[in-house]
Every structure is written in structure tokens, then in C-alpha cells.
């Protein structure tokens, strides 16, 4: 490759692998608040919560995927998101979503005293949120 | 002797059969080359997370340091008392020993641990059915106050050996939605401990002409990325000729194709994942992650069990339905035979007469 400054980035999903391109840099939403990733960053792993993948500049261009749960592994030439569900914001089913938003609430609001219910209900409704802010970006 | 009316009936119907298995080859044909698609396609993934948890667990210890804990219920060890078995089977028949063969290792598996209490959580409908009649199920109740706690309490147990819950339309169109669920549902048995290890017991799919029975620990994890395959059955030489000549006249590529090539590629490069000799930077605590790995690496786990299945199953149906057109092939031969055989030796008793007619004249 001529031009080295550029990151190489790979998004992997269980059924296959989505993206596999250079980009000037991604963001991606680490548990605690997002991380905008450029070419020579220090090595990281960081757990993903669910939100928005944006890719910007080189082969990819401009690049929004919402994740669910995974990965990131930083390289200073690459990066390597493992996810286990991509999706872009026009493939989202709204209506899906919202279901799962409702159903989230109804968790929360069943969950008694069992703080693990608690927690369950929250993965799901931080999830349903997540896809309903992406889905309305588009 | 059949009269040839007789016979050419029989080879019409035979005719028919051979023509329905044909048919039904060419679909497990077409099937197989995209549940084979599937199945290579979810092997990067399962091979970073177990690359990256193997560099993770070098790095942190799995005890506390401080407390002398472990530092998560999904990595402490129990002795086995009861065990739950995820069977996953087919969901359909006419797919030759497919189904029996689990059902043969589950029973096995069963005989050899008799000491310890087994659930049994089946996936597919020809699962349910195998085992349905032959072991009771579980009886749960909510508890009482509803509000409380939220797991149902599991009623006295009427056997060794229980059904806990059966999920008969799961394999028609694997969605990771559905796989999260029971991997969420056996990682929280385990750290309950209301089951103190769990095994997966499928059929893995290695290529057209190779695939065995498998039965596989996949909880508690003790060796990441090492998966512990307890015991395998694999198919004898003939089994394998005999898929072998089904993939060529169904036009299936014994041979790794262009995709495999690819993947492979990727799965190397995937071993890598999250291994390079750097210190890393870990954002989160390592509770943190573990928490977000490991039920991922079980759910992983169960995923590629499932997609391996499947393919099996339709590589296994292909090469029965083979064997089944073939032996119609044969069998038409044979009447034939025996008709022209009738036919002859009327037309020779005929001409017989008509001599004997003549000459007595």
C-alpha cells in the first residue's frame, strides 16, 4: 500500500464480515462513552455497549452501523470490532425495536426486588434505545 | 412367476420413487450449499473471541489477587452432579443415520454418567420428538409471590433423567436473537448452580465427505479457545465414498472452495486477534469484560454448533437420498431383467405351440 497512514478496519459480525477496508478513522462506542480511533493509536481492548459504529474518510467513506454488543481491539494500523449484531440505520425495523423498547420497560417495571433483573432490563432497553437513535438519524 | 403386467407396474412405481429421492437430493444439494456458506461465514468470529479471551486470560489472572476469588461464576469448576446435555438434532428425517447417531451418543453419554442427574434442553423438531417419549419433562412453578424472585422453582424430579425445555423451530432460520436467549438462559443455570456443567452433543460439519458426532463441554469454561470435545464419533470409510459419490452427482464441491479459501485467511489472521506482544490498554476493569465475554463465548459456542448441524443434516439427507436413487436405479434394473425374462418365455411357449400346432397337422 502506497499511502500507510491509513487504518485498516474490520467489523465482524457472527455471520460474516461486513466491512474489511482502510478509513481515516472510526468511532466507537466504548462502555464508558465513545472513542474516536485514528492511524497510530496505542494498543487497546475496550468492551462495546450498544450504539453507533461510524467509520469516516478512505475506502469506507461515511459508515454508520449499530452494534450491539462486542469488541474492539486497536492496533496502531488496525482495528479489528467484533459485534454481535450490525446493522445500518436503514435496515433497522423500528417497529422491532420499538417492541423490544416496550418490552424492556416491561421488565424493568417487573423486576421486584432481583437487582440481575434489573440489569437484564437495562442491556434491553439500552439496546432498543440505541437502534431507535440511529434508525430516527437517518 | 410375476406376470409382466405385474412387473411393469412395480417399475413404474419404482420409477416414481426414484424420481421423488432424486428431487429431494438436488434440494439438500442446494440447501447444503448454503448452510455450508453459514457455517465457514461464523468462523472468524468464533476464532477472535477465543483468540482474544486465550490473550486476555494471559495476561489477568483468573483469581482475584486481592480477595482469592474467582473472578467470574461462568470460570469455577463444580464437581458434576447434575449436567445439562443441549442435544441438537435434525428437523426433519429421510436424512439416513443422522438423527438415530445423536440419539445413539446421547444414550451413551446417558449409560456412562450414570451417577449424576441429567437435563435435557433439545434443539429441532426431530429432537423433541426422539426423546420426548422417553424421559419425563420438568415441572417448574413461579414462585409464589410472583414479585419476588424472579426464576420458577423447579419441582421435585420425577426421574435421573429430565426434559427442561425443547426449542423445535430453532433451526429453521438460526437468528442470533434466539441463540442469545438460551445462552443467556444456561449461563444463568451455571452461575445459579442449579447445573454444574453443560455439554453440546451435535453433529460438526468438516466437509462434504466429513462430519461426526460430537459431544462438547462448553461450560464451565476452563481452556479458552481450546474446545474440549469429549468424545467423537466419525464416519467409517464407506459412509465416506458413499458422500463422496452423492456430492459429485449432486454437483457439490468436495474440495474446499473459493469462500473456504477466503475464510481461511481470515481465520488465521483471526488467531491473532488480540494477541500482538503489546501491553494493551484495557478500558474497562477486567470483571468488566469478562462479564461481556464469556456469555458471548458460550453464545458463540452454541451458534456454531447450530449452523454446523444444520449443514450436516443436509449433507447427511443428500447422501441418503443418494443411496435411496441408487438402489431404485438397481432395482428398476432388476425388473426389467425379470420382465424381458416373462416376456421371452411367453413369446417362446407361444412359438412353441404354433410348431407343435403345425406338426401335428
Known amino acids: 500500500m502506497a499511502d500507510t497512514d491509513r487504518l485498516q478496519v474490520r467489523l465482524v459480525t457472527p455471520d460474516r464480515i461486513l466491512v474489511d477496508q482502510s478509513a481515516d478513522a472510526v468511532e466507537v462506542p466504548a462502555r464508558n462513552g465513545y472513542l474516536e480511533v485514528l492511524y497510530g493509536h496505542a494498543p487497546l481492548v475496550a468492551v462495546l455497549g450498544p450504539g453507533e459504529v461510524r467509520f469516516h474518510g478512505g475506502e469506507t467513506g461515511e459508515q454508520t452501523y449499530s452494534i450491539g454488543r462486542g469488541f474492539v481491539e486497536v492496533l496502531p494500523e488496525r482495528v479489528t470490532i467484533l459485534a454481535d449484531s450490525a446493522l445500518k440505520p436503514q435496515e433497522i425495523d423500528v417497529a422491532a425495536a420499538q417492541g423490544r423498547l416496550d418490552h424492556g420497560h416491561q421488565l424493568y417495571n417487573e423486576a421486584g426486588d432481583d437487582p440481575e433483573k434489573y440489569k437484564q432490563a437495562e442491556i434491553v432497553i439500552r439496546e432498543a434505545e440505541s437502534r431507535l437513535e440511529s434508525a430516527k438519524g437517518k | 412367476m410375476a406376470s409382466i403386467l405385474d412387473l411393469r407396474r412395480r417399475i413404474r412405481s419404482v420409477k416414481n420413487t426414484r424420481q421423488i429421492t432424486r428431487a429431494f437430493k438436488m434440494i439438500a444439494a442446494a440447501k447444503l450449499r448454503r448452510a455450508q456458506e453459514r457455517a465457514v461465514s461464523s468462523r472468524p468470529f468464533a476464532a477472535m473471541l477465543a483468540s482474544i479471551l486465550d490473550s486476555f486470560k494471559r495476561r489477568i489472572e483468573v483469581y482475584d489477587p486481592e480477595t482469592g476469588e474467582i473472578r467470574h461464576p461462568l470460570l469455577k469448576t463444580r464437581e458434576e452432579q447434575h449436567v445439562l446435555v443441549v442435544i441438537v438434532a435434525g428437523d426433519k428425517g429421510f436424512a439416513g443415520a443422522f438423527n438415530a447417531n445423536i440419539l445413539k451418543s446421547t444414550l451413551n453419554f446417558i449409560s456412562g454418567n450414570h451417577e449424576k442427574q441429567i437435563d435435557i434442553e433439545t434443539i429441532g423438531r426431530k429432537g423433541r420428538d426422539l426423546f420426548r417419549r422417553r424421559f419425563p419433562a420438568a415441572r417448574f412453578e413461579q414462585n409464589g409471590n410472583g414479585e419476588e424472585s424472579g426464576r420458577p422453582e423447579r419441582q421435585q424430579r420425577s426421574g435421573r433423567i429430565e426434559i427442561i425445555g425443547d426449542h423445535p423451530t430453532m433451526l429453521d432460520r438460526i437468528t442470533l436473537d434466539d441463540v442469545r436467549a438460551l445462552g443467556e438462559e444456561i449461563s444463568a443455570r451455571y452461575a445459579h448452580e442449579e447445573i454444574d456443567a453443560a455439554y453440546l452433543i451435535y453433529n460438526?460439519?468438516?466437509?462434504?465427505?466429513?462430519?461426526?458426532?460430537?459431544?462438547?463441554?462448553?461450560?464451565?469454561?476452563?481452556?479458552?479457545?481450546?474446545?474440549?470435545?469429549?468424545?467423537?464419533?466419525?464416519?467409517?470409510?464407506?459412509?465416506?465414498?458413499?458422500?463422496?459419490?452423492?456430492?459429485?452427482?449432486?454437483?457439490?464441491?468436495?474440495?474446499?472452495?473459493?469462500?473456504?479459501?477466503?475464510?481461511?485467511?481470515?481465520?488465521?489472521?483471526?488467531k491473532k486477534f488480540g494477541t500482538a506482544e503489546v501491553d494493551y490498554i484495557y478500558e474497562q476493569s477486567p470483571r468488566e469484560i469478562l462479564d461481556a465475554i464469556l456469555p458471548l463465548y458460550v453464545i458463540s459456542q452454541l451458534n456454531h454448533a447450530f449452523l454446523e448441524s444444520v449443514a450436516a443434516e443436509q449433507a447427511a439427507r443428500m447422501t441418503a437420498m443418494d443411496s435411496a436413487t441408487n438402489n431404485a436405479s438397481d432395482l428398476i434394473d432388476k425388473y426389467t431383467l425379470s420382465m424381458n425374462r416373462a416376456r421371452q418365455a411367453a413369446i417362446t411357449k407361444e412359438i412353441i405351440e404354433i410348431v407343435s400346432g403345425a406338426a401335428a397337422i
Open chain 2, 204 to 270: 460438526e460439519f468438516k466437509s462434504v465427505i466429513s462430519q461426526r458426532v460430537v459431544i462438547e463441554r462448553v461450560l464451565p469454561i476452563i481452556e479458552f479457545g481450546q474446545r474440549e470435545i469429549i468424545e467423537a464419533q466419525a464416519m467409517s470409510p464407506e459412509e465416506r465414498a458413499r458422500a463422496g459419490r452423492a456430492a459429485m452427482t449432486a454437483g457439490v464441491s468436495t474440495m474446499p472452495g473459493e469462500l473456504e479459501a477466503a475464510m481461511k485467511v481470515y481465520e488465521d489472521e483471526a
